[in-house]
């Protein structure tokens, strides 16, 4: 009888253990693959991907969970068709955590409605809006991107350490572009600049010279368009162009990508501006992963998506679970010091530090450094566009 026991034991074990290695773990990416910057989401889902490959091929995920991609589409915009895209993500597919939302408004809709009610952990690598840092989030949400508390300061920075003392202010009409705007306008004047008018325009609209007539009767040294660049904010730029009224603008992270370029062409050069960016070692893995795919891992928020994805897998790991509840209190512990430095390409090791009791400091692509209630405190890329190429010109 006893030996029998241990037998059923060894079996039990041996049956709990197939199991665990054979779980499939299912990661939600939210992303505006429609809408106005649709031509910045394939390259992001591209970086959230690699990372969940990197630990699926490892193998050293919980004992051999599999991981798997299901994506939905958030259209930027649109809270209502977002809510409904992340419902269907927990309730339908049954997804572990989400990597996203992408935008402000859309990301503070799908917190609110599906990952609070459902304890989901979401990380976004792009919804920047400063009301984000103080909503209501149960512990659950964080963003590998910085607030644009802190985009402002850095885009009043180089606008005036290049010597532009006024500038119009037009914005796209939702939470990232008014809280960007009111930010940038606050801070910019505090720090001896004049804003000649702060203005918002409606997205999907033919013609924007009413609005861009404002802006140019209006004055100002530069056009600061804060904005999405497959939108309202290509429009704008546009009409400007068109009329001569503008020559120089100012480009935050929503309107940096190569589309803008490929529909305005040489009337940008001069232009430049700022997005979330980092020089760390591990942005050279990116490139080379991103080349041999046919992907610009330099484009805005690529890094953020493979860094967002990253912490969700290390963060199950540290937890010994795939569940939300349990994972959350631990991404604080595996993007933060202390523990040995982990860059893109060495998820599998951060694994296996992890499952023998180390400890580890995320570093990423994107130099992760979490600050306050899931903040990233975040660097950026300051570019300028010179002979129809995005040059990046600094970090901040």
């Known amino acids: 009888m006893k030996k029998f026991a241990v037998i059923l034991f060894a079996f039990v074990v041996m049956s709990v253990s197939t199991v665990n290695s054979q779980e499939t773990i299912k990661l939600g990416v939210i992303y505006g693959f429609t809408g106005p910057i649709e031509s910045l989401t394939p390259a992001m889902a591209w970086g959230a991907e690699l990372a969940v490959s990197e630990v699926s091929d490892s193998g050293a995920l919980l004992n051999g ?5 299901v994506r ?14 992340a419902e269907r993500l927990v309730t339908a597919d049954k997804v572990n955590a989400i990597v996203g939302g992408d935008c402000s408004g859309v990301t503070g ?8 009610p459902n304890g989901i952990v979401m990380i976004s690598p792009s919804a920047t809006s400063p009301g984000l840092s103080v909503a209501e989030d149960d512990g659950l949400f964080f963003r590998t991107a910085p607030s644009d508390a802190r985009q402002a ?19 796209t009409n939702n939470d990232y572009g008014k809280a960007l705007s009111d930010s940038f306008s606050t801070v910019y004047q505090a720090a001896g600049g004049k804003v000649t008018i702060n203005t918002s325009h409606e ?6 010279s009413a ?23 290509r429009g704008i730029i546009q009409a400007s162009v ?3 009224a503008f020559e120089t603008y100012i480009l935050p992270d929503g309107m940096i990508g190569e589309s803008l370029i490929e529909n305005i062409g040489d009337p940008l050069n001069g232009s430049f501006g700022q997005a979330p960016g980092s020089d760390t070692q591990g942005v050279a893995y990116l490139i080379e992963e991103g080349a041999a795919d046919s992907i610009d891992a330099k484009a805005v928020f690529v890094g953020e998506s493979y860094d967002a994805a990253a912490l969700i897998l290390l963060a199950m790991q540290a937890a010994n679970s795939s569940k939300s509840i349990d994972i959350k209190d631990h991404i604080f512990a595996v993007a933060n010091a202390p523990g040995e430095k982990i860059l893109p390409g060495e998820l599998g090791q951060a694994l296996t530090i992890l499952a023998n009791g180390g400890e580890i400091d995320y570093v990423g692509a994107s130099d992760v450094e979490l600050i306050g209630p899931g903040e990233a405190s975040g660097r950026y890329r300051e570019i300028e566009i010179i002979d129809g190429e995005i040059e990046t010109v600094r970090f901040r």
């Not at 969970?65 to 991609?69: D, G, I, L, T, Y």
Request: one cysteine or more; glycine letters at 12%.
């Open 65 to 69: 969970a599999s991981v798997e991609v």
């Open 72 to 85: 939905a589409d958030s259209t930027c915009t649109d809270s209502a068709v977002a809510t409904a895209a």
């Open 109 to 116: 809709a799908i917190l609110q409605n599906v990952a609070r």
């Open 153 to 171: 300061q850095v885009m009043t920075d180089i606008l005036l350490e290049r010597g532009y003392p006024s500038v119009a202010v037009t914005y």
């Open 203 to 208: 997205d999907g609209k033919g013609d924007y």
């Open 211 to 233: 609005e861009v007539g404002a802006l140019a009767a209006a004055g100002g040294d530069a056009l600061v368009v804060i904005g999405y660049l497959d939108q309202g904010g």
């Open 242 to 244: 068109d009329t001569g």
